[in-house]
């Protein structure tokens, strides 16, 4: 009985997230793998010339089985040098977002671009500012043919699709329009060393996202803050520590913890590293103060101009006992096409 309480409370939960017009936006754990989707003026910050990244999520499917909660994203990104020091990035990225029975389901599709200025500094050591903004399209559906009412319980325990509903929707998809626009500041000290820090303002237009044509639900906008590095200790061994924190409407979210790297093979030719990490997610709950909800093991592997990461979520919220602590899973593939051009270290290795 105390686990089938558990499952009904999860069950609830997942089902006012997916029916909330408020929800949160998609998040990755892997959030630095993910660079268009935390901040459009990371568009193009790279020390390559082309970028490619694909992210895939998984969560709580041991408790919702084929209804588990889906997230999926690919990007495209590429840098324009603009004079002797500065670069120009312009990028595209999709993403589609499926959770629970009701197949509650976002898809968008947009275009970013960033402007790079050095500050400062000299050949191997710079400081620079990033301005970016992106713009897309976004659609929102739901099945309500999935959907159960109080209405529908027959009294005796069970349940009655056939009873009346006393609600009536006339819209299950929309499309919205949807902006935002972020900043970076990152200094690079030399090959292996490194710090930036960053902020996003996501949704600045609101859009409506009411399945009512009648009523208006605005989208909340959310802040992004997020701050990181790469710090080498010896010759083959470093720090990659990381923080990302969120709030959207009512909704807070902090991520933060660090990665070990180590260096692998000593041929400069071929750039191998492996990485493993712990992180801890907070989140508030409703009203409530804010506490752990995840703790994350990750791992990274770079082969010249390959990165493969996968990433797993352990649940320790009060949604534990019903998930039997499993929480998410990730992967992230990023590709670089770098060619022939040699400018020196620009930035950070995102």
Not at 201 to 222: D, P, T, W
Not at 295 to 322: C, E, H, K, Q, W
Request: glycine share 10%; charged share 15%.
């Amino acid at each position: 009985m105390k686990r089938l309480k558990h499952l009904l409370i999860i069950c609830c939960f997942v089902g006012l997230g997916s029916l909330s017009v408020s929800a949160q936006d998609i998040h990755f754990s892997q959030f630095y793998l993910s660079p268009l989707n935390l901040n459009p003026a990371m568009t193009g910050v790279m020390n390559c010339n082309v970028r490619l990244v694909a992210n895939y999520r998984n969560q709580w499917a041991s408790v919702l089985k084929s209804n588990a909660f889906n997230t999926y994203s690919v990007s495209y990104d590429q840098r324009i040098p603009v004079g002797r020091y500065d670069f120009f990035g312009i990028g595209g990225t999709f993403w589609g977002d499926r959770a629970g029975e009701l197949d509650f389901s976002t898809l968008q599709g947009r275009l970013s671009f960033s402007y790079s200025k050095k500050m400062g500094g000299y050949r191997k050591k710079a400081h620079y500012l990033v301005l970016g903004a992106d713009a897309g399209v976004s659609q929102r559906s739901i099945d309500f043919l999935n959907a159960r009412y109080g209405t529908q319980h027959d009294g005796n325990g069970g349940f009655n699709g056939a009873l009346p509903t006393f609600e009536e929707f006339t819209n299950t998809n929309f499309l919205f329009a949807d902006v935002a626009a972020g900043v970076l500041w990152f200094t690079v000290f030399d090959e292996d060393n490194n710090l930036y820090i960053g902020g996003a303002y996501n949704h600045l237009n609101r859009a409506n996202q009411s399945f009512e044509n009648a009523e208006f639900e605005a989208l909340y906008s959310r802040f992004t803050v997020h701050a990181g590095g790469e710090f080498m200790i010896t010759d083959k061994v470093g720090l990659v520590p990381g923080i990302i924190a969120l709030r959207q409407g009512p909704s807070f979210e902090l991520n933060t913890g660090t990665s070990l790297k180590f260096l692998l093979g000593g041929n400069k030719r071929q750039y191998q590293a492996f990485q493993i990490g712990a992180w801890m997610r907070l989140s508030n709950h409703f009203a409530k103060s804010t506490t752990a909800d995840a703790m994350i093991l990750s791992t990274r592997f770079d082969y010249n101009d390959f990165s493969l990461g996968f990433s797993y979520d352990i649940n320790v919220s009060s949604l534990r006992p019903a998930s039997n602590a499993n929480g998410a899973f990730e992967f992230a593939l990023v590709y670089k096409i770098c060619g022939p051009e040699k400018r020196n270290v620009y930035c950070p290795n995102f």
